[in-house]
């Protein structure tokens, strides 16, 4: 007989509560690994129908393939990542103003710079 996931669904929302309510009060975030409980795909799933779905969904391709999405409460995201083969590697609830994975990163954003900068400089240079 399958485990009934309810009690840890439960135990997770109301820990999800108490982080959200702390996200609101400080602005500090957290984070909650999914794979890391003993909680199983039907868990999961009546986890994600209690938290219900947002309007802010994300999808990267970047070492793999990785959905976002905010949950049916603001600050409350759901973030799972697939490996190169397809195979679920993490899966993660972030409470957070925006997942980590969507931030762009400094070294990414000189990069992004630069190449607009020398860009704009071969368009923008008058003829001699």
Known sequence: MAHDPTPLVESLLHEIAGLLADLAATG???RIDLLGLPIGPAGRAALAERLGRGEV??????GGTSEI??????????VRHFGADDRLATEQIEITTVPTILLS???????AASRL????AQHTELPQ
């Open 57 to 62: 969904e994300a999808a990267l391709d970047a």
């Open 69 to 78: 999405w905010e949950t049916g409460f603001a600050g409350v995201w759901w």
């Open 28 to 30: 500090q975030g957290a």
């Open 117 to 120: 900068a020398a860009g704009l």
């Open 105 to 111: 990163q400094p070294e990414d954003i000189a990069i």
